[in-house]
């Protein structure tokens, strides 16, 4: 064993640091505590209520922008279906519009259709007459050129050669009318 020096701690003494020592320490650590609990605590502590704060309000304002947006899309929503709907009505008008037009240029084109064939036959009828009308006045020169061979004598005479002319194509409708009714009846026969 080595030996102790004299006044020297023994037993349990050994490990206990000296009297005054441990009171500097807690003087020295109350010091150093008050020290901090004045000047540092207070802007720590004020530096996490600056950063609640601005946590807090990151979170008003992110709840304030998420309710602001779900106004917004509600909004949207509401303004793409008004538009869908006034697209639909604007297709149904001018549907309508189409149908109306096509409408009104069948009867436009219905009615020129009607006034060219009346005009067509209001013309047909003026050259059938004005044919008809020749064709009396060559078969009556015809008639007055045979009857004047047949008499030998010439038929200045403009009411004579004219009643002559009328017996004529009287004569002639006749035949044609007689000849007519022997065809469609012969036409019966064979049917």
Known sequence: MIPLAEGAPQGINLFLPPWGEVILSVVSLLLIGGIVWKLVVPKFLA????????????????????????????????????????????REAATEEASAILAKAREDANAERQHILDQARVEIEAERREAEARLQKQ?????????????????????????????????????????????????????
Request: proline share 0%; charged share 30%.
């Open 47 to 90: 530096t996490l209520d600056e950063r609640h704060d601005q946590i807090e309000g990151s979170i008003e304002r992110a709840t304030q922008a998420e309710e602001t947006a779900k106004v917004v899309q509600k909004q949207a929503e509401e303004q793409v279906t008004e538009q869908l709907a006034d697209a639909g009505r604007a």
């Open 139 to 191: 078969v009556g020169d015809l008639a007055i050129q045979l009857a004047e061979r047949i008499v030998g004598e010439s038929l200045t005479d403009s009411k004579l050669a004219g009643r002559v002319v009328d017996r004529f194509i009287a004569e002639l409708e006749t035949s044609e009318a007689t000849d007519g009714q022997k065809a469609s009846s012969a036409a019966g026969a064979e049917a």
